[in-house]
């Protein structure tokens, strides 16, 4: 493959599948705030850089470290509380071999308040996830995330 994948081959349907899985298990333990099964989609020593709105943050390594800034992030309700709480909605994500047991996967996502008919839409995130296969299970090595947000409503 050329440009920005040079140095990768297709992933069989086998690793594409186990991407997809864990890109959609990630985003729906972290919305349910499930500490314990959503420290599992991170590799020992992963890494995670977040830049939201421009402003990019202090990259986070290990997965201690990375539960730590969630759980923080959960008790500041910095994803919002009740009606204003986010859910994420994510693409299927476009995945590569960069071995045969490490993948690139990158994605899409919006993140939207679940209140009444129509959900109202906070944001989107694109993400580029290198996963590997750790433990007996697929997990995520190293996450870079750029995020736009609208700014939160005051009560």
Do not use: C
């Not at 990768?8 to 086998?14: D, G, L, S, V, Y």
């Not at 997809?20 to 959503?38: N, P, V």
């Not at 009740?82 to 071999?97: D, I, S």
């Amino acid at each position: 493959m050329t440009g920005p994948f040079a140095g990768t081959r297709e992933a069989t349907p086998e690793q594409r599948e186990a991407a997809r899985h864990l890109i959609a298990r990630a985003k729906h333990l972290k919305d349910a705030e499930d500490e314990a099964g959503f420290a599992q989609v991170w590799a020992h020593a992963a890494r995670l850089a977040i830049t939201s709105n421009g402003t990019a943050a202090p990259v986070i390594e290990g997965r201690d470290a990375i539960m730590a800034f969630y759980r923080r992030n959960w008790a500041a309700g910095a994803h919002g509380t009740g009606a204003e709480r986010e859910t994420h909605v994510g693409e299927n994500p476009f995945v590569v071999a960069l071995g045969d047991y490490r993948l690139l996967a990158t994605h899409t996502a919006i993140f939207a308040a679940r209140r009444g008919v129509m959900p109202r839409l906070i944001g989107f995130g694109e993400f580029r996830d290198e996963i590997v296969f750790e433990d007996g299970a697929w997990r995520i090595a190293d996450r870079r995330s750029s995020l736009r947000r609208r700014p939160r409503r005051s009560a």
